[in-house]
């Protein structure tokens, strides 16, 4: 192989040294676009492909069985499956404009029809565990013409769902059924077998003769909470191809490496990250289950993956690099891992910390959004890496921390060390979501993104989160929109007043909470309008862990909730409970929340009538229970 990065024309065998502002600068010298070689992902696929076509493209386990044979799918294999996807889709009358939307777990058919569909069309992946409302608003909102889905299958409503929707999509003209399709395909009433039909086409080129340009839209991902109105990124093939150029430069992921794989490919770090980026450097998906990381045997059996499989990277949102840890190595050899790293959410310290002192890897932090293409910041790896930071923007993209008036207005940007609105830029962004009207205030300048979330850069630019501007909530990397929940709140006779925060959590990160102030005279107990909301929340993460009445709920000048007194709220009473049992005899244990300049909002513990030594002990049992926190904490 010439190449160490098969879709950079310029990089040679020696990775090109990345350690310092300088050497970036000069490898930024040459314009991006005089180093990337392929301008779609069909063509940045056809890449890897061709480095050895008899190399594992992808190997399939079905219950996260270290001692199972995987199906193993060699690139040759694999080129053709997504040739013939996109030949079978254009068969079924999808254009460059026409919209292929997906609800499939991770099956080896699922990754064919992504990458075919944007071959022939849009891609459209979706959450199959949506509730049947949310999966129907989605696709009506994409336009969707074919939809490939789950056939009836033991364990799985797909079908179900999809038998349910498919008279509330004026646009489809065809279903194509992935496995169980004994007495459900029906070509006569549309509905197709995507195993029987896909060996009727070519393998070898694109019947289309489509010549797919980078300014090309690649898919639709749906972002902005699983309970709100769903707001639909626009992907270009040059900005899916920029997040696996990044990657490839980033992470040893390409040729001769393999990756445990088991984020969905309707999130973008399954799809993009994770997915794209490794088949296209000529690397190996170790597809741990259907299920991906929430089928119970791929954590319990993590480490003897690792051994078995011999992944470089060990990658994934937060909360699965936590429940790893709580396995036992148990004397597996997980010699392999170079690098642990993780995004989706902000990995806690002391996570990043267990890993960098029990398996003396660094942890890379990655950051990004649906909007920037997944990864737009990390931890480099010649860098120094500091825990809890994000790192620095990865190569050609840039970020801001910047002041917004009261319309979303940039009043200019932050100082060093300043808390603001984060603001990115680069080739992996989006240029706006499918329907205008969700553009209002995406954008602080043209082509500088709005994250929604605050942060800092400190004096050697590595980005330090703070919290959020905006109020999505984020469940072990599942965003909530609050706005639909508080929305069933008002419904309730009894409700005046209803707010929902995130609260601190030491597995999901944050949990849904609502703070509700009651109509006057009314009576109402929690557990009963928590059943209220419940039963019209149509996705069971979004319904609130716990409820909190309060009279009256803090309100800005101009009358709207203030959440961020809420949210401090919230975390004083989790971390109370947290620490409940830890109460002194004879003493207290006190804990307060407030803002603080550096973190955003910082947890003080106050320990009082408690003398040395059991002070000391103490103050490290507190420790012990919040460092799982994301947020920053101290004892006095």
Not at 281 to 301: D, F, K, Q, S, Y
Not at 341 to 358: D, H, L
Request: glycine share 10%; proline share 8%.
């Amino acid at each position: 192989m010439t190449h160490v990065h098969l879709l950079d024309r310029l990089i040679g065998p020696v990775p090109p040294p990345l350690r310092t502002a300088a050497e970036l600068a000069a490898f930024e010298a040459i314009p991006y676009l005089d180093r990337i070689l392929p301008q779609s992902t069909y063509e940045a696929l056809q890449l890897g492909a061709a480095a050895d076509p008899g190399a594992a493209a992808i190997q399939f386990l079905k219950k996260a069985d270290p001692g199972e044979t995987p199906l193993t799918i060699s690139y040759a294999r694999f080129m053709a499956r997504v040739t013939q996807s996109a030949n079978l889709f254009s068969d079924l009358g999808v254009g460059p404009n026409d919209v292929v939307s997906l609800l499939l777990p991770l099956v080896p058919q699922a990754f064919f029809a992504l990458f075919g569909a944007q071959a022939a069309g849009i891609a459209n992946p979706v959450n199959p565990l949506l509730a049947r409302e949310q999966i129907t608003e989605i696709l009506r909102a994409a336009n969707t013409k074919v939809l490939v889905a789950l056939g009836p299958l033991p364990g799985s409503d797909i079908w179900n769902k999809v038998q349910r929707i498919k008279d509330d999509l004026p646009n489809l003209k065809a279903i194509v059924v992935v496995h169980g399709v004994h007495g459900t395909a029906d070509e006569a009433n549309v509905v197709y077998s995507f195993d029987a039909l896909i060996d009727r086409y070519p393998a070898d080129r694109l019947t289309s003769g489509r010549r797919i340009a980078a300014h090309d839209t690649a898919g639709y991902f749906h972002t902005g909470g699983t309970t709100g109105t769903p707001k639909l990124v626009r992907h270009t093939h040059g900005n899916q191809v920029y997040q696996a150029w990044a990657m490839g430069l980033m992470l040893p992921v390409g040729s001769g490496q393999t990756l445990l794989f088991g984020l969905p490919l309707f999130h973008v770090g399954g799809a993009l990250t994770q997915g794209l980026a490794p088949l296209a450097l000529g690397g190996t998906l170790v597809v741990v289950a259907p299920a991906g990381w929430r089928e119970p045997n791929a954590i319990r059996n993590v480490w003897r993956l690792v051994e078995r499989y011999r992944p470089a990277v060990f990658g994934g949102v937060p909360t699965v690099l936590a429940a790893a840890l709580g396995v036992p190595v148990a004397g597996a050899d997980i010699s392999s891992i170079r690098i642990a790293s993780g995004g989706g959410s902000a990995i806690p310290v002391a996570v990043g910390r267990a890993y960098t002192e029990q398996f003396h890897v660094p942890v890379l932090e990655v950051y990004g959004m649906t909007e920037t293409s997944s990864v737009l910041t990390m931890s480099y790896p010649d860098r120094p890496v500091r825990l809890g930071s994000a790192g620095h923007a990865v190569p050609y993209s840039r970020v801001r921390i910047v002041k917004l008036d009261a319309e979303g207005r940039c009043l200019g940007d932050c100082a060093a060390n300043e808390i603001g609105v984060v603001a990115m830029a680069g080739p992996g962004v989006f240029s706006g979501y499918l329907s205008e009207a969700h553009n209002h205030g995406a954008f602080v300048e043209p082509g500088w993104v709005n994250s929604g979330d605050l942060g800092r850069l400190d004096d050697e630019g590595y980005l330090w989160l703070t919290g959020r501007a905006k109020d999505l909530i984020i469940r072990g990397g599942h965003n909530i929109d609050p706005l639909a929940i508080e929305e069933v709140f008002f419904r309730h006779p009894a409700v005046a007043l209803a707010a929902v925060v995130g609260e601190p959590d030491a597995y999901a990160g944050e949990l849904p909470v609502a703070f509700v102030q009651l109509k006057p005279d009314a009576k109402i107990d929690a557990a009963a309008l928590l059943d209220y909301v419940r039963e019209r929340t149509p996705e069971r993460a979004a319904v609130p862990a716990h409820l909190y009445f309060i009279d009256p709920l803090p309100l800005t000048a101009v009358g709207k909730v203030f959440k961020p007194a809420l949210r401090r709220d919230a975390t004083r009473r989790a971390v109370s409970r947290m620490l409940a049992d830890l109460q002194p005899p004879g003493g207290s244990l006190t804990v307060e929340v407030n803002a603080h300049a550096a973190h955003g909002s910082l947890i003080t513990v106050a320990i009082q009538g408690v003398a040395e030594p059991a002070r000391a002990l103490l103050a490290q049992q507190v420790h012990e229970r919040l460092n799982p926190l994301v947020m920053r904490h101290e004892v006095v």
